[in-house]
Structures are given as structure tokens and as C-alpha cells.
């Protein structure tokens, strides 16, 4: 009476895939860990620093081990669409900074 393991099984499997649970899979992406730091960026460290020293959200964001470095641009956008307004605009912006900074550097 144990073995009734994969008879009926198979089925659990399939309907896995077409659950309407694929959104979390986004949120994922980025460990939980990090994402409260892009948060705390986005929500707090934002009103701190932002504008006079942008540089030190930028560091924060993209610096040694930060959520930046970690991941890509795309995987953090598609998280991002998962979080409110004010996250994404000003992530957004950072990314805005950090890529326009670094085409218009010069020698």
C-alpha cells in the first residue's frame, strides 16, 4: 500500500505549467535580498541623496555586490514591472544616469 507514487502523478506535473501562477517566476528573478535594496534605493536612499549626490545612489545601485553588478538591465526592468511607480521612475532614472555616464566619459 506505498507504492501509489507516480500512477496518478503525471497529471500534477502538466497542470503545473499552465498554472496562473507564472507571475511570481518574475519576482524571482532578483533575491529577496536584493530587491529590498533596490527598494530601499528607490524609496529612501532616493530623498537622502537625490540630486546633489547622485553618485552615491549610483554606487549603492550598480557599486561592488549590488543588485547592479548582479543582474542584468533586463532582468531588473522586468522586475521592476512588478513594483510601484516610484520604484521603477526612479530606478529607471538611475539606469538613465549610469548609461549616459558612461558614453559621454572622456579621456
Known sequence: AQS????????S????????ES??????????IDAQKIR????????????E???????Q???WQSPGQKYSQ???NQWLETEDELVRDRITQLFTIKNNSHTEETP
Open 4 to 11: 501509489p507514487i507516480s500512477t496518478s502523478e503525471p497529471t
Open 23 to 32: 507571475q511570481p517566476v518574475t519576482v524571482e528573478l532578483i533575491d529577496l
Open 74 to 76: 533586463e532582468i531588473i
Open 13 to 20: 506535473e502538466s497542470t503545473s505549467e499552465s498554472q496562473p
Open 40 to 51: 530601499d534605493i528607490a524609496q529612501i536612499w532616493w530623498d537622502e541623496y537625490y540630486p
Open 61 to 63: 545601485m550598480f557599486g
Open 53 to 59: 549626490h547622485t553618485q552615491s545612489l549610483i554606487t
